[in-house]
């Protein structure tokens, strides 16, 4: 797992942050002053910073100027300032990306993968029982044949594989899949691509091992294992 530095002075914003963070797999170390932040950076190794601009002790561009200096790593400010003035100087202090409160939880998600893939620290390529998807270069294989996919079908797969073995629900692939469409996605029609992606990647599509559906809640990876299912029997074919 990814490890998330979260500088973040408010209480309740960090624990909203801390549950957003860990629901999409990622492992967060929460600091609240910038004189724990500083500590921390000694005794830690993280792959990001999520950087508050207004401290109780200090300042955010104080802790960024540390962090670039200790570990250099993604920072992205979070803030309720939106000034240009307070942006230009985050960009110049070292800071990779500037987000103002309130922000869109799916629109920080996203620009903290867009750090990582940026500095390297994020993987480019999945594996899960045969298939293999190599997201710099869009190509797809499995048992080392390449598969053809449409785009819709593309960005299903990897909203599936961004989700690693959690469960993802269905109108979670629903609002992902309409935001990527530019048009409305029904839930009839998400049933239909997921059909077409398991005739297209799994061995025995009426068996899946790869995209597995969990009973009324959504799917998960399954990565091809010889488990098959979830805790519970909840994995059936649909």
């Known amino acids: ?6 500088v973040e002075d408010d209480k309740e914003i960090a624990r ?12 967060v170390t929460h600091a609240s002053t910038q004189k724990d932040a500083v500590l921390m950076l000694d005794n830690s190794r993280f792959d990001l910073a999520l ?5 109780p002790d200090g300042s955010g561009y104080a802790v960024c100027t540390e962090i670039k200096q200790i570990q250099d790593i993604p ?10 003035a307070s942006v230009v100087t985050g960009l110049n202090m070292g800071a990779d990306d500037y987000i103002t409160k309130p922000f869109r939880p799916r629109e920080l998600v ?13 993987s480019s390529v999945f594996k899960a029982g045969g298939l293999v998807v190599d997201t710099g270069s869009g190509i797809v294989t499995k048992d080392g044949r390449e598969v053809f996919l449409s785009a819709l079908e593309y960005r299903l797969l990897l909203i599936l594989l961004g989700s690693s073995r ?5 109108d979670r692939c629903l609002r992902e899949l309409w935001d990527a469409a530019g048009e409305f996605v029904n839930d ?6 997921i059909k077409r992606l398991r005739d ?29 299912n979830v805790s519970g029997g909840n994995h059936v074919s649909e």
């Open 110 to 122: 996203a620009r903290i993968k867009a750090a990582l893939r940026k500095s390297g620290q994020a």
């Open 16 to 27: 909203n942050l801390i549950r957003l963070l860990s629901a999409e797999e990622f492992t």
């Open 51 to 55: 950087v508050d601009l207004s401290l």
């Open 200 to 228: 297209k990647i799994e061995d025995d599509p009426a068996n899946p091992k790869i995209i597995l559906t969990v009973r009324g809640m959504g799917y998960r990876i399954g990565f091809g294992d010889s488990e098959g």
């Open 188 to 193: 009839n029609t998400l049933t239909v691509y």
């Open 75 to 84: 920072v992205i400010f979070l803030t309720a300032s939106g000034d240009e």
């Open 166 to 170: 959690s469960i993802i629900t269905r």
């Open 1 to 6: 797992m990814k490890q998330i530095f979260l």
